[in-house]
């Protein structure tokens, strides 16, 4: 197992941006994917992004806006977003695993979430 902290969120204007970071401590960082999920009310968990080398992989939804990305020296990992619109409000967890997936189910550490509200 691994913990996660996220921090960042908040509220924001449509069109503004945030960062959001998930600092990870108890297992090698550097060998685990990390990926991005979030959840609003009334909707499925949804995939938002992961990393494990090099470039990461983006939901349809995001892709252009979000970008992930990791510092394997302070442990953390990243999801700077720009461009955000209403629809983006949700509470973002970071999530890691042994591989990247795009399927929440298959990561088995996650943190405690961090709310994103983007106002209109």
């Known amino acids: 197992q691994v913990q996660l902290v996220e921090s960042g969120g908040g509220l924001v204007q449509a069109g503004g941006s945030l960062r959001l970071s998930c600092a990870a401590s108890?297992?090698?960082?550097?060998?685990?994917?990390m990926g991005w999920f979030r959840h609003a009310p009334g909707k499925e968990r949804e995939f938002v992004a992961a990393?494990?080398?090099?470039?990461?992989i983006y939901s349809d939804s995001v892709k252009g806006r979000f970008t992930i990305s990791r510092d394997n020296v302070k442990n953390t990992v990243y999801l700077q977003m720009n461009s955000l619109k209403p629809e983006d409000s949700a509470v973002y967890y970071c999530?890691?695993?042994?591989?990247?997936?795009?399927?929440?189910?298959?990561?088995?550490?996650w943190g405690q979430g961090t709310q994103v509200t983007v106002s209109s």
């Open positions: 108890g297992r090698t960082f550097s060998s685990l994917a």
């Open positions: 999530a890691a695993n042994r591989f990247i997936s795009r399927d929440y189910a298959q990561y088995d550490s």
């Open positions: 990393i494990v080398f090099g470039a990461g």
